[in-house]
């Protein structure tokens, strides 16, 4: 029996180029920009983030407003009333007037406030910088996620169909080893062991065709959709050693450019002067106000122009909290205690992102070294595939040595997509560790 090796399907790639992008040749397939532009389209996590950046550009636009003034429109009318009382004599009582219909308007402007929204803007300014980078981070994160389930959905599926040729190749074989036997010339401890080999790869073509279906959910889910049957149309990337050799530089100094890390340090930032608002609480609140009112204290009336007059103030209020059951000093210990806790989650990724870029560069090598020798393994395998064919023509070799030496070459390819597909995780890991593409 002939037999299509599927290493094949990995023929043609150019090794200068690590995600190349081959032609469609499926209508309605899927490529790998179309999975990433429907991705950065339908993703719930990345919309989450973007929702989030809008939520704090809004807030910074909030706390800029503590700068400008502040205008509200009253309006009072009273349906009935009773009036005060000032008692002038002993003898002498008069009743104060007050307006029955009342519209207004009254203007406040912060003159001092112990710098409170000096600091929450900055807080907000901090914070809405941070939600950016997280955006962007979100965004890399987004497409990495995608571009990897893609590939691990692409090296599932070949497996899957590597498991199934070795099923079939293994029947035929089961098939021409029953033939022999009858003929006498195939034993029946022949016999048998082909018939294991066959039921032990049944369930493993099983399991190999499950997760191909499990990887192409989860590369839909990546999308943000719910279910894609559309083939997948590229190959997967030959792993390239030279990619990785060009990052001389320390580790800690590639994890400079990692965007959640500066989010991170953004956030404290924002803390720092969220905490430094709330110690303004202590300081007297000065504002310039303006009162306007036009009333009517005559009648009951809300339209009688002429029963209406006009009055006005303008001055200067100062309050000043002395006291308030504590509030304010258990918000200033919150907000400084949350100080502490993004502090040391930073410094905690910033360790973490440097032993991560030292993780997934040595396994991209690995994954490069394993790749190269998985390769020499697939052609050795098909030349000792060759030799037992021509041996068992000559009568030197058995059917059993053959299938031995199929076996083995099957395994040899299983081998170097798994080592593409490890390679391609430890690239773009190595990617995301870094902050940046390489």
Do not use: C
Not at 106 to 125: C, I, R, V
Not at 371 to 392: H, M
Not at 410 to 430: C, I, S, T
């Amino acid at each position: 029996m002939k037999r299509t090796p599927f290493i094949a399907l990995l023929a043609g790639l150019s090794s200068s180029v690590f995600f190349a992008s081959a032609v469609a040749f499926a209508e309605n397939g899927l490529s790998l920009d179309q999975a990433i532009s429907e991705g950065f389209a339908n993703n719930p996590q990345l919309k989450s983030s973007e929702a989030a950046l809008l939520e704090a550009r809004a807030k910074k636009r909030e706390a800029f407003g503590g700068y400008l003034p502040r205008v509200d429109l009253t309006a009072n009318h009273f349906f009935d009333l009773k009036y005060q009382q000032i008692q002038l004599s002993p003898t002498s009582v008069f009743e104060s007037i007050y307006p029955k219909t009342t519209y207004g308007a009254q203007a406040t402007l912060n003159l001092f406030d112990g710098f409170k929204t000096s600091y929450s803007y900055a807080a907000s300014k901090a914070g809405a910088t941070a939600a950016d980078f997280e955006h962007e981070h979100a965004k890399m994160a987004t497409e990495n996620a995608i571009r990897l389930k893609y590939f691990q959905a692409l090296g599932a599926q070949v497996l899957a169909n590597v498991a199934e040729a070795n099923v079939k190749t293994l029947t035929d074989h089961l098939k021409r080893a029953q033939d022999l036997l009858k003929q006498g010339e195939f034993t029946k401890v022949d016999v048998l062991k082909v018939q294991v080999q066959v039921e032990t790869a049944v369930p493993e073509s099983l399991a190999a065709q499950d997760s191909a279906l499990l990887a192409r959910k989860a590369l839909a889910e990546a999308m943000g959709v719910e279910g894609d049957s559309r083939p997948l149309l590229e190959s997967l990337p030959v792993p390239d050693n030279s990619k990785i050799k060009t990052l001389a530089a320390a580790n800690s100094a590639l994890a400079e450019g990692r965007l959640d890390l500066k989010a991170l340090e953004k956030r404290v930032e924002a803390t720092e002067d969220a905490y430094e608002a709330t110690r303004s609480t202590w300081m007297p609140r000065v504002n310039l106000i303006a009162n306007y009112d036009y009333y009517n204290n005559r009648n009951f009336s809300f339209t009688e122009s002429d029963k209406f007059r006009s009055s006005y103030a303008v001055g200067v209020n100062l309050v000043w909290n002395l006291f308030d059951g504590g509030s304010s000093y258990a918000r200033q210990e919150g907000a400084y205690y949350q100080k502490l806790q993004l502090e040391q989650k930073a410094k905690k990724l910033s360790l973490a992102s440097v032993n991560e870029i030292e993780f997934w560069k040595r396994r991209y090598e690995n994954s490069v070294v394993l790749y190269s020798a998985k390769q020499r393994s697939v052609e050795a395998s098909r030349e000792s595939v060759r030799i037992y064919k021509n041996g068992l023509k000559a009568g030197t070799r058995t059917n059993s040595d053959l299938l031995d030496a199929e076996l083995d070459l099957e395994r040899a390819e299983a081998g170097v997509v798994k080592a593409q597909v490890d390679a391609v995780e430890a690239y773009l890991n190595l990617e995301l560790a870094m902050g940046r593409r390489i």
